[in-house]
């Protein structure tokens, strides 16, 4: 992977992009992501945020090397901290991170957030933690896409402002990803299913404290909604 050609996952990010938009990009690791979208002359302005040291100088030589030091601003800063009054973004993407993670990033950068109309979301795992996030704080989903890339699968999460309310479900699977419902939809979570399965059979034979009867309850009823998604 490089800027001329992204991995699936980071195009199928870029592709949320919307033209003309200046983006801040949240753990940017070596700027692949906006020195592509300067190239495509989709954006003409990113900053490049990284926390640490060496992903950080990597994102400086590679924005060097490609001549776009004009168009793209990388600094070295946690989070959203990135981001700057002056910069006008209008837009935020946060690619490969766990959902907590992303939702902490977002919820300890709320006042960064005034100005950003679209916040795209690439979670490798938990992203249930995102869709909590925005519900909690004003944003709704406009688009989900679920993808594989090297036996791994990856949901991505756009969000602008709104209030809106979501089942218990949805919550967990996306409602756009519910009503596509996509091979790499079925396989994630069938995969997911077993696994709580075999922990909920293993819980069986664990005995019968509080927490593990909690723990049992938690999983029959994460069961019980996948297995009925899976179905229809």
Not at 43 to 52: D, M, R, T, W, Y
Not at 137 to 144: A, P, T
Request: contains cysteine; hydrophobic residues 40%; proline residues 2%.
């Amino acid at each position: 992977m490089n800027s001329e050609k992204l991995s699936k996952r980071l195009a199928a990010v870029a592709s949320f992009v919307e033209q003309g938009a200046t983006i801040a990009d949240i753990g940017s690791d070596h700027a692949y992501l906006p020195c592509f979208l300067v190239k495509e002359a989709k954006i003409s302005k990113a900053i490049a945020g990284e926390v640490v040291k060496g992903p950080f100088e990597s994102a400086v030589k590679n924005v060097q090397k490609k001549g776009l030091t004009d168009a793209i601003t990388v600094r070295l800063a946690n989070g959203l901290e990135a981001i700057h009054e002056c910069d006008g973004v209008d837009t935020v993407t946060i690619a490969g991170m766990g959902g907590p993670l992303i939702a902490s990033i977002l919820r300890d950068g709320a006042e960064k957030l005034k100005s950003v109309k679209r916040i795209i979301t690439q979670p490798n795992i938990h992203a249930t933690s995102i869709r909590e996030w925005a519900v909690q704080n004003g944003w709704r989903i406009v688009d989900e896409q679920i993808l594989k890339e090297d036996n791994k699968i990856y949901e991505i999460i756009v969000l602008e402002k709104g209030d809106v309310e979501y089942g218990e479900l949805e919550m967990l699977v996306g409602p756009y990803l519910l009503k596509q419902k996509s091979d790499v939809f079925f396989e994630k979570w069938k995969r997911e299913l077993d696994e709580w399965e075999r922990v909920l059979s293993s819980l069986e034979n664990a005995g019968n404290t509080l927490e593990i009867n909690e723990k049992k309850e938690q999983l029959r009823k994460k069961i019980e909604l996948i297995g009925g998604a899976l179905i229809h």
